[in-house]
């Protein structure tokens, strides 16, 4: 089956550093195109990071330009995201996805809570 399982979400204080991870299962990264969203209460899901599966393509929303940096482990089938100097309004629910226009494929994770305070 395919999978996407989210880790590395928690606590942490304003100006700190977080590292989620995406592993991925049922499916290889080639032809995909792995990105990271957020949805803060009351809020709509928002893109934070893509990156296509040769890493040949990177985009952050303005947002977290310069702060985050998204990166896949293909020997792990695995979609990280690096988060530095986190503000508050970084505080959502963080879900990994695949997306694939050629397999016509749309692939989410359950979600993992990043809450960035004092």
């Known amino acids: 089956q395919v999978q996407l399982v989210e880790s590395g979400g928690g606590l942490v204080q304003p100006g700190g550093s977080l590292r989620l991870s995406c592993a991925a299962s049922?499916?290889?990264?080639?032809?995909?195109?792995m990105s990271w969203y957020r949805q803060a209460p009351g809020k709509e899901r928002e893109l934070v990071a893509t990156i296509t599966s040769t890493g040949t393509y990177r985009n952050y929303a303005d947002s977290v330009k310069g702060r985050f940096s998204i990166s896949t482990d293909n020997a792990k089938n695995t979609v990280s995201l690096q988060m530095n100097s986190l503000e508050s309004e970084d505080t959502a629910v963080y879900y990994c996805n695949a997306r694939s226009g050629y397999f016509r494929s749309d692939y989410w994770g359950q979600g993992t809570q990043v809450t960035v305070s004092s």
């Open positions: 049922g499916f290889t990264f080639s032809g995909y195109a």
